[in-house]
Each structure stands twice: as structure tokens, then as C-alpha cells.
């Protein structure tokens, strides 16, 4: 699910706040600033990730977009099927945790 929040870069030694962290790098436990959002993955991506991203030929055909179009826009809106469960769509955001949520994800998780 889309995630962000404000984060400190832990890479480069920067004490730098950003808004919104790269998701496959935070699961590496790596805070970088996220500069695109791929809109099929659902998730944001930083300079590296979004230039590997376009390299894999399966994920070539995503629509990656700037994080300030995504601030603009509603992620729910963009987004209609739930990253856990394809077969539901996404119906609730939640702004306090910044995550969409489809029903079955709000019964279990939220």
C-alpha cells in the first residue's frame, strides 16, 4: 500500500527531512526520498528504484508519476484494486497512517 511520512536519510548521512520515503528501499531498512509513484505497484519510488523500475522488462508498461502529481491527486483515485486483495477495490484512505484500504484490509489490518 502507499505509504509515507517524514524520514531522515539514512544512505548518504544527510539529516535532510523529505515527505515521502521509497518503499523498497525502506524495506531494506534505507530511508531515501521518494521522487516518483508507480501507479500499478502502488507504491513510491526513489531516483535508483524508479530507474530500475523502467529497466524490468515486466514492469516497463507502469505509469510512474511524480510525487507532487500524486499530492495533487487522490491515490484512491488513481488506484481502484487493493495491492493485498485484486479482487476488491480500494474504499477507504486513511490520512492519519496514509494508506487505501479495501474492506477486507480494513477487518484485518486497520
Do not use: W
Not at 500524486?70 to 493485498?84: H, L
Not at 485484486?86 to 474504499?91: A, F, S, W
Amino acid at each position: 500500500m502507499a505509504e509515507g511520512g517524514v524520514f531522515t536519510s539514512i544512505r548518504d548521512g544527510s539529516d535532510a527531512d523529505f515527505e515521502i520515503v521509497c518503499a523498497p528501499c525502506g524495506e531494506d531498512n534505507i530511508r531515501e526520498e521518494a521522487v516518483k509513484f508507480c501507479v500499478e505497484c502502488n507504491q513510491y519510488l526513489c531516483t535508483a528504484c524508479a530507474r530500475y523500475h523502467r529497466r524490468i522488462a515486466a514492469l516497463k508498461s507502469h505509469k510512474l508519476l511524480d510525487t507532487d502529481d500524486v499530492k495533487n491527486t487522490a491515490v484512491a483515485a488513481i488506484v481502484t484494486k487493493c495491492r493485498y486483495h485484486p479482487d476488491r477495490d480500494i474504499e477507504m484512505y486513511c490520512g492519519t497512517h496514509d494508506m487505501v484500504y479495501c474492506l477486507k484490509c480494513i477487518a484485518t489490518e486497520h
